[in-house]
């Protein structure tokens, strides 16, 4: 089937601005990951969800980060009050199941905060 | 904690001449190795992968990496690069099963005709 989609793929906010990134996994895959990719880094590890369950939220950078994948298939990861640091590519990926450990990813979201 | 160093920011390297990539991994256990590779405003496409086995991989493209316990590497090669190989390129490392990936910093790779 279709690859991991993500929307939108371009935002512009205004600093202090709330946004919402979606991704949505390939069909049937439990694991769900986030990252966070600076201009010129490698992406970065933001939260993991194993079906609904947040499993591991320990790259979140600060509390206005939040993520949620309440039906166990589409995430959104939110970003309250947003800062200009927070301007970066973000990266959704999924994994078919627990041990198989490739992970698949989407085109990503590109975030300038101005 | 698991780090990954990919030592060189840019290579350049003309059309048909072979290509090395370096990356060296810390980790204490045996690691989970990626290769992924990304073109601008895409997003990372999986080139290979080590999880056990036969310490040479072969991936996609041609392109194929080598398992050194000894060293803490997993460097990329390909015998005869295409101008569609220019590109970043990202070495990972996993604990296992579907934990979170640690990337190296990238190396940025242009093909000169």
């Known amino acids: 089937g279709a690859g991991v989609s993500q929307s939108p793929r371009y935002k512009v906010a205004k600093r202090g601005q709330d946004v919402a990134l979606r991704c949505d996994p390939i069909?049937?895959?439990?694991?769900l990951f986030w990252y966070q990719q600076a201009l010129g880094q490698g992406p970065e590890f933001l939260t993991y969800?194993?079906?609904?369950?947040?499993?591991?939220k320990s790259g979140l950078p600060s509390d206005r980060f939040f993520a949620e994948r309440p039906e166990g298939s589409v995430s959104t990861l939110k970003i309250q009050r947003t800062q200009q640091e927070d301007s970066a590519v973000y990266l959704c990926?999924?994994?078919?199941?627990?041990?198989?450990?490739?992970?698949?990813f989407g085109p990503g979201t590109r975030l300038l905060v101005l | 904690a698991q780090s990954v160093t990919q030592p060189d920011i840019h290579i350049t390297v003309s059309e048909g001449a072979s290509l090395e990539l370096r990356c060296n991994y810390s980790y204490g256990a045996t690691p989970y190795l990626f290769w992924y590779v990304q073109s601008p405003g895409q997003g990372l496409q999986l080139l290979l992968k080590y999880f056990s086995g036969d310490t040479l991989v072969q991936g996609i493209k041609g392109f194929e990496a080598e398992f050194k316990r000894s060293q803490s590497s997993f460097n990329l090669r390909k015998p005869s690069v295409h101008w569609s190989d220019a590109a970043e390129y990202f070495c990972a490392v996993g604990a296992g099963g579907n934990e979170k990936l640690t990337f190296g910093t990238g190396t940025r790779l242009t093909i000169i005709p």
């Open positions: 969800f194993q079906n609904e369950a947040q499993l591991d």
């Open positions: 069909s049937g895959h439990v694991s």
């Open positions: 990926a999924s994994s078919l199941r627990q041990g198989s450990g490739t992970q698949y």
